[in-house]
T-cell receptor, first 114, second 115 residues
Framework: DADVTQTPRNRITKTGKRIMLECSQT?????MYWYRQDPGLGLRLIYY???????NKGEISDGYSVSRQAQAKFSLSLESAIPNQTALYFC?????????????FGEGSRLTVL | DAKTTQPPSMDCAEGRAANLPCNHS???????VYWYRQIHSQGPQYIIH???NNETNEMASLIITEDRKSSTLILPHATLRDTAVYYC????????????????FGSGTQLTVLP
C-alpha cells in the first residue's frame, strides 16, 4: 500500500460544486502539503500544515481551503469549483526531523471542472 | 530561494549516462541543490541533494561546480524507466524549529531515454 494515499484519483465535476480531495499518510510525518500542477508546468504550493494546529497558505491559496483532521489526514476543499481549477493535485508529507526536508508525494488526484 | 534554469528537454540513449544541467547563478551560501523527478504525472520522487560537495547515491550523482552557480545530475546508465521530468530546486535547508521554506518546482527538464 502507498505511504501517501489520495482520494479520489479522478473526479469530474461542474462549476459551482463543492469538492473535497482527501489525503492520508502512514509515514507518521507531522508536515503535510497540497500542491497543484497544471499541464507543462511545475508544482505550485496551495496550503501546508506543520502539525494538527498549524495551517498556512501557500502561493495560490485563493479559492481553496484545507482541514487537518488528524496527524495522518489533510483534506483540500474547493467550496465552489471553477474551470480554471482543473488540474492535477498532489498531497505530500515530510519529516520535520529530516534536515533534507525530503517530500513524499501521493499519486495525485486529477480534477476536471466543467 | 534562488531561481534555477534548466533546458526544457533532452534525449539520451539507453545505457548511456544522462547528464542534466542546472544553472543557479544566484544561489546563496546556505542554499542546497535538490533534484526530484516526476514520471508521467505520478507524484514527484526525491533523487538527491547537496550543498557544495559532489554527492552520490544509488540513483544518481550530483556534481556541483566550485562556485556553486551550476550543477549536473548524472544518471550513470539510463534506462527507459528513467524517462521523466527532472526538477532542479534550490532551497535553504529547514532548521528543526524554523519557519517554512518550501520547495518551489519550476518547469524542469523532460528527459527521454531512447531505445
Amino acid at each position: 500500500d502507498a505511504d501517501v494515499t489520495q482520494t479520489p484519483r479522478n473526479r469530474i465535476t461542474k462549476t459551482g460544486k463543492r469538492i473535497m480531495l482527501e489525503c492520508s499518510q502512514t509515514k507518521g510525518h507531522d508536515r503535510m502539503y497540497w500542491y497543484r500542477q497544471d499541464p507543462g508546468l511545475g508544482l505550485r504550493l496551495i496550503y501546508y500544515s506543520f502539525d494538527v494546529k498549524d495551517i498556512n497558505k501557500g502561493e495560490i491559496s485563493d479559492g481553496y481551503s484545507v482541514s487537518r483532521q488528524a496527524q495522518a489526514k489533510f483534506s483540500l476543499s474547493l467550496e465552489s469549483a471553477i474551470p480554471n481549477q482543473t488540474a492535477l493535485y498532489f498531497c505530500a508529507t515530510s519529516d520535520p526531523w529530516d534536515r533534507a526536508g525530503e517530500l513524499f508525494f501521493g499519486e495525485g488526484s486529477r480534477l476536471t471542472v466543467l | 530561494d534562488a531561481k534555477t534554469t534548466q533546458p526544457p528537454s533532452m534525449d539520451c540513449a539507453e545505457g548511456r549516462a544522462a547528464n542534466l544541467p542546472c544553472n543557479h547563478s544566484t544561489i546563496s551560501g546556505n542554499e542546497y541543490v535538490y533534484w526530484y523527478r516526476q514520471i508521467h504525472s505520478q507524484g514527484p520522487q526525491y533523487i538527491i541533494h547537496g550543498l557544495k560537495n559532489n554527492e552520490t547515491n544509488e540513483m544518481a550523482s550530483l556534481i556541483i561546480t566550485e562556485d556553486r552557480k551550476s550543477s549536473t545530475l548524472i544518471l550513470p546508465h539510463a534506462t527507459l524507466r528513467d524517462t521523466a521530468v527532472y526538477y532542479c530546486i534550490v532551497r535553504a535547508n529547514l532548521p528543526i524549529s524554523g519557519s517554512a521554506r518550501q520547495l518551489t518546482f519550476g518547469s524542469g527538464t523532460q528527459l527521454t531515454v531512447l531505445p
